[in-house]
């Protein structure tokens, strides 16, 4: 469980580097005038210490499954390994000169089977995949249509992409969409004649959001505007492969889509608790992928250990172990947004903008709900939500700039198949809890009264600072502690 004391480790200030390093070599400042620049914004990401933290409840970790938690994985993965004693731990090169084998190809015929593709090509990381995507598949003279609030990775790649037609469309809007595509089939002649084609980059989910895709709509949009075929789709299952779907198959299976969806990629770093991912596509994407996917050529191929752990991943999924665990985080998510609405302070803390959590609205009609809801509050209070929740012992953490856009910074709880009711109620009655405390000080008018945890946070931080001064005797120069009014101190959390 987070103390104080952690907490005014996790957000502490951090003071510029730079001024100090006049004598040095213009290398090291150079780059630490960069940092300062994020320090200074308290943008600066920073890898904390997380030891403590286990002993909290998990509303943060993207273990959605519970597959580490558990070590249900574990027993799979040992079976792999001992059902190839003779397995070699490296794979020893590229897979487009030695670093290819059947285990891998095997692999990958197994997981095309089951999300109903053509083909597999596995990735050392989805990072990875959605680049190669992006930087492979569109063709010069083809346009990339892609919502605006898709990962950092597919940013990326599009950086580096040959397409010379790249727009974005509002997030989830589908006659944005609608619009968006019409204005590339009016500006780029190719395309109208059928001649190039359109790759359109979506989530599955969204989770800084918790939001799912409109992708049937999208779907019907595409095929109304380029009938002729040539606009396809390409979409990051990253946060629902596992979650959604049949035996965990993915979103895109969920809707009944798989016959309508050119590319797929599927990572296993979140509810897989493994590494790497997968592209499902048609021969031609996946070799073209082979072909020109840079990060692909020119990389050491996934090794047995990896592989085997995918390999592992699946056979639980297959078995249909892993089926109640994506029932569970239904029910947990449904079990929390009915616990917190009928919390005597909801009504009045969502209409007084105390708490709001968008992705709640209208969830009873709803075929299912996501694993993500997005707490959002006055943006300088999401710190101080984080710190009562933290010392309460849910472990949830506040999502900041650069990785959601300025002022949307919001409090990010992502619910998984361990954690139990009471945990669930714990949390909305916390919640609700801070939330009575905010209510509270504003109807009393005390300009500056800070909530219970922010004051204990900010007390250890200037006990610290005053400690440090000591020790620095007087030439320990004083720095203002924030009070976490204009940020999230320091501590950004990124986007994975
Ligand atoms: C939507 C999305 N796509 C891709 C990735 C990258 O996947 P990986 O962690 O396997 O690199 C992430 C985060 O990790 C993600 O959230």
């Known amino acids: 469980m987070a103390t104080p004391s952690l907490l005014a480790e996790w957000f502490r200030d951090a003071p510029p580097k730079a001024p100090a390093m006049r004598n040095e070599s213009v290398f090291y400042r150079n780059l630490e005038e ?229 590319i797929r990629m599927h990572t296993y770093g979140k509810a897989l608790a493994c590494t790497g991912a997968t592209v499902i596509a048609k021969a031609s994407v996946r070799e073209t992928l082979i072909n020109y996917a840079r990060g692909f050529i020119y990389s050491t191929a996934p090794s047995f250990p990896m592989v085997a752990a995918i390999k592992a991943g699946y056979n639980l999924m297959k078995s249909g172990k892993t089926e109640h665990l994506q029932v569970r985080i239904q029910h947990l998510v449904k079990h929390f947004f009915k616990t917190i609405q009928e919390n005597e302070v909801w009504d009045e803390a969502n209409d007084e903008g105390i708490l709001s959590i968008p992705n709640m609205d209208d969830w009873e009609s709803r075929p299912f709900v996501t694993q993500v809801a997005p707490v959002m509050t006055r943006q300088r209070y999401t710190v101080y939500l984080c710190w009562h929740l933290q010392l309460a012992g849910f472990n949830c953490f506040p999502i900041d700039y650069p990785v959601v856009p300025r002022g949307l910074n919001r409090l990010r709880v992502v619910f998984h198949a361990h954690n139990t009711e009471e945990e669930v109620e714990g949390l909305a009655a916390a919640l609700c809890e801070w939330a009575r405390e905010m209510l509270d000080i504003e109807e009393s008018g005390a300009k500056g009264r800070l909530p219970a945890a922010a004051r204990q946070v900010i007390a250890t931080q200037q006990a610290e600072q005053q400690q440090a001064k000591r020790v620095e005797g007087t030439n320990g120069a004083s720095k203002p502690v924030s009070n976490g009014v204009n940020g999230t101190n320091g501590l950004v959390v990124v986007a994975a």
């Not at 030891?51 to 938690?69: R, W």
């Not at 490296?90 to 897979?95: E, I, L, N, V």
């Open 34 to 262: 960069q940092l300062d620049t994020r320090r200074s914004e308290r943008a600066n990401m920073v890898l904390r210490r997380n030891e403590p933290a286990p002993k909290s409840k998990d509303f943060s970790t993207l273990d959605f499954l519970g597959l580490t938690h558990s070590g249900l994985l574990r027993q799979p993965f040992l079976d792999e390994l001992a059902a190839h004693p003779d397995f070699k731990l490296g794979a020893g090169g590229s897979r487009v000169l030695n670093g290819n084998n059947p285990y891998i190809e095997e692999a990958e015929r197994e997981i095309a089977e089951f999300h109903k593709g053509d083909t597999a090509l596995l990735f050392h990381s989805g990072f990875e995949a959605n680049v190669a995507i992006l930087l492979a598949i569109p063709r010069p003279g083809d346009a990339i249509v892609y919502d605006e609030l898709v990962h950092a990775s597919m940013h990326e790649g599009m950086q580096g992409s040959v397409a010379p037609c790249k727009r974005s469309f509002k997030h989830n809007d589908v006659d944005d969409f609608r619009d968006v595509l019409v204005s590339v089939k009016e500006s780029e002649p190719l395309i109208r004649a059928g001649q190039r084609s359109v790759l359109i980059a979506v989530e599955s989910m969204y989770s800084m959001d918790g939001d799912v895709s409109p992708l049937r709509e999208l779907v019907q949009v595409a095929r109304e505007v380029f009938p002729d075929g040539n606009a396809q789709f390409f979409v990051d299952e990253a946060h629902t492969t596992g979650v959604f779907g049949y035996q965990g198959r993915g979103y895109v299976d969920e809707l009944g889509l798989c016959d309508d969806i050119a």
